[in-house]
């Protein structure tokens, strides 16, 4: 009996031991710790950076941790270089720059993809070729346009052109994920009495999240990154934003690269934390256009 049972716990042991990894795995694994070390290692150099002196960065300690901690150096870059105004300006900006083309952009999706009317193929065509504009091919007509109607050195001589050009891609992102969703909940919504704006906002709204959410990180990434618009366009410093304004912390005769760094960390952080809570939703967003295409 003790063997029978013996026997018995032998093969039970086998048979959930674990698999031996293979040679290309622990290939496959130690490659992908490189890659993920690559991708890192900048943020890693970046923050260094940003807490070390000029005579620290360019004497022989370019990688290694600092040796004095600098956090005078983000002192400098709030206050003495105004990042903390720029950065306001930017978050003010690129805000107001999502939540208008996350409206303008849904609106015009849900109309072109769902209503039958006369203009509704040319209207389609007319947003489509949005998208083989370059940004910075229209800058001197926008810039005349702005100029013209006195909106220069203005929020909105950022907002309006950064919602111009992210409108298109907008549009084809909507456009993909709204194929997706059944026209029989807007039939049975219609049938219990709800208007065309209540089927919008009741319905169709809430599903397209995951799409409104991969729509406001390229839209972020747009505004948030954008310099020629901002250079061009605003000269008063009161509306200057992160990527003109880390400029200006670079002086005639000297370059302070600590308080530059901290500039630079305080531009990167947001990206990296809007890609993290939202990255999500991208995935999910994706895989609903894959599955129905």
Known sequence: MNNIVKNIT????STIAAPKRSLGSWIMYALLFGWAGIQIFPIYWLMTFS???NSEIFGGNPLGLPKVWMWVNYSKALVT???GLYFINSIIVTGATIF???????MATYALTRMNFKLRKPLTTFYVLGLTVPIHSALLPVFVMLRNLRMTNSYQAL????VAFAIPMAFMIFSGFMASLPRELEEAACLDGCSIYGVFFRIIAPLMKPAV?????FTFLQAWNELMFAVVFISDTKYKTLTVGIQSLAGQYTIDWGAIGAGLVVATIPTLLVYIFM???VQDSLVAGAVKG
């Open 81 to 83: 270089g105004k990042v």
């Open 279 to 281: 990255s999500k939703k």
């Open 159 to 162: 907002i309006l052109p950064y």
């Open 213 to 217: 959410a991969t729509v406001s990180i």
């Open 51 to 53: 807490l070390k002196s």
């Open 10 to 13: 032998t093969s039970h042991k």
């Open 100 to 106: 208008i083309t996350a409206i303008a952009a849904l």
